[in-house]
């Protein structure tokens, strides 16, 4: 099979067509699927899923019939359209960083990040697939440049597409996560004005890690990862509570933090407990997201985000969004993937994907060669 050349260039040939590739992004639990097809008022959602996986996720990747059973089930109850998928690698297999470079005269823009990679590198550099997003600076040194770079292990990136062909699919790309996901929000955060797009902070929760990644504008230009998850907020629940791990995890995604009725609070008393509770755990949160604050403005002339966008685990909990503008005073919301398109789809489809900010990524996946006109 032959093997993408660059993991973030867009494949614009398929933007002409009806219907897109089909966004597949396999999470710690579910499989979710997006397919987007062109309408006049640009892209449309033509088919949505999210299956529950019948066993651990491990489990089912070591069984090639099984994941293909389940896919095919996807596609066939929910009006898929053909087997072309975008996919990504799981954040654990890939590298994500910054680096400044000079150009030479005449010297490809390519061929001088390679040459600082073979510095940071050594002798894994010709073990990996690498790709980059150059990033535009402000500060007037037009020979000192600078780009995000993302490298992975040829191993997954051919292990990840034999994944996809056992399961009857055929990869048109294989994506990065955060960069799908700048995708999406540059659709979602998009002003009146098409070539406006505000400055936002998307912060993806995980089990043991979250990933805070900037998007400027349409680009993205950070993408960072942190030592807090959904599973250290479980653990304090359990300890000072005194309860069951699947107790503790039934709290938060069901009660949360919305101790105001008005807002959908069902158990005010409880919901002000595990804020207090969970504080001083969200202030670590809090300081990890000061630190990217401080770090984009200082990269551009002082300008700040304008929207911090939230998802994955933590981002299921009832008033999470609430608390964080509290401790963070920024605008704040759980981001909709839907919010910004058209749909086939009926309510009770739509019902059955929620959380949905849970399909974010394939969302992201499944935009890949629309462009916003």
């Known amino acids: 099979m032959k093997m993408p050349g660059n993991l973030l260039a867009p494949l614009k ?18 499989a979710n699927l997006v397919q987007f097809e062109n309408s006049n008022n640009g892209p449309r959602i033509r088919a949505a899923a999210s299956l529950p996986y019948p066993c651990t996720r491990e489990q089912l990747l070591a069984d ?10 996807a596609r066939s109850e929910h009006d898929f359209k053909g087997r072309r998928v975008v996919s990504c690698l799981r954040a654990a297999e890939l590298q994500i960083f910054p680096i400044s470079y000079t150009a030479a005269e005449g010297q490809q823009e390519a061929v001088a990040i390679l040459g600082e990679l073979r510095e940071r590198l ?29 490298v992975a292990s040829r191993e997954s990136v051919l292990r990840h597409l034999d994944l996809l062909e056992n399961a009857g699919l055929q990869a048109s790309a294989i994506d990065i996560g955060p960069a799908a996901l700048a995708r999406l929000v540059s659709f979602v955060n998009r002003t009146d004005k098409r070539d406006q797009h505000p400055n936002a902070l998307v912060i993806n929760f995980g089990r043991a890690k979250s990933y805070l990644s900037v998007v400027w504008g349409r680009r993205l230009i950070l993408d960072r990862e942190i030592e807090f998850g959904e599973q250290v907020l479980v653990q304090r629940v359990v300890r000072l509570l005194g309860m069951g791990e699947d107790l503790a995890v039934r709290l938060l995604q069901e009660c949360g933090f919305r101790s105001d009725p008005a807002h959908g609070g069902n158990d005010p008393e409880m919901a002000q407990t595990l804020k207090e ?30 929207q911090i966008y939230l998802l994955g685990s933590i981002g299921r909990y009832p008033g999470i969004d609430r608390l964080i503008l509290e401790m963070l005073a920024v605008p704040v919301e759980v981001l909709n993937p839907f919010r910004a398109f058209g749909s086939r789809l009926g309510e009770a489809e739509l019902a059955r994907l929620r959380p949905i900010a849970g399909i974010a990524l394939a969302c992201g996946l499944a935009l890949r060669g629309f462009d916003h006109h």
């Open 277 to 306: 509770v969970l504080r001083p755990e969200l202030a670590t949160l809090t300081a990890e997201v000061n630190k990217t604050l401080i770090y984009t403005a200082s990269r551009s002339r002082g300008r700040s985000i304008d």
């Open 64 to 73: 090639p019939r099984r994941l293909k059973a389940l896919l095919s089930q």
């Open 122 to 150: 050594k002798g894994a550099l010709d073990a990996s697939v690498i790709d980059y997003l150059p990033i535009r600076t402000e500060d007037g040194d037009n020979a000192r440049r600078e780009a995000l770079v993302a």
């Open 13 to 30: 040939r398929f933007a002409a067509e009806a219907s897109g590739e089909i966004g597949l992004h396999l999470s710690n639990e579910r």
